[in-house]
Nanobody, 124 residues
Framework: QVRVVESGGGLVQAGDSLTLSCAAS????????MGWFRQAPGKEREFVAA????????YYADSVKGRFTISRDNAKNTVYLQMNSLKPEDTAVYYC?????????????????WGQGTQVNVSS
């Protein structure tokens, strides 16, 4: 069974950097796309970034473009989200998700497997 587990959240100050990790297991991920989503208090969950495992093609939400970088380590079956220049509005629970086929990268419904989330708090 496919499993994704996030780690790396924490409390940082505005302007700091933080890297989240997402470890995937239980499947063959060469055809998968991996995504990061986040949900801030009182808001709906939203797309952050995605990467196609085989090609490395990446997608970003406008709100994080230029500040966040998604990458993957094929040997470790791990996807990373490098977050720079963090802002208080980046405070949220960050979720990693996996989709077995290359559907629309920004749609939550396109992802089949989800992690439990990791909390990121950015203080001003």
């Amino acid at each position: 069974q496919v499993r994704v587990v996030e780690s790396g959240g924490g409390l940082v100050q505005a302007g700091d950097s933080l890297t989240l990790s997402c470890a995937a297991s239980g499947g063959i991920f060469t055809t998968y796309r991996m995504g990061w989503f986040r949900q801030a208090p009182g808001k709906e969950r939203e797309f952050v970034a995605a990467i196609s495992w085989s090609s490395g093609l990446t997608y970003y939400a406008d709100s994080v473009k230029g500040r966040f970088t998604i990458s993957r380590d094929n040997a470790k079956n791990t996807v990373y989200l490098q977050m720079n220049s963090l802002k208080p509005e980046d405070t949220a629970v960050y979720y990693c998700a996996a989709q077995p086929s290359l559907k629309t990268p920004t749609l939550q419904s396109a992802y089949r497997y989800w992690g439990q989330g990791t909390q990121v708090n950015v203080s001003s």
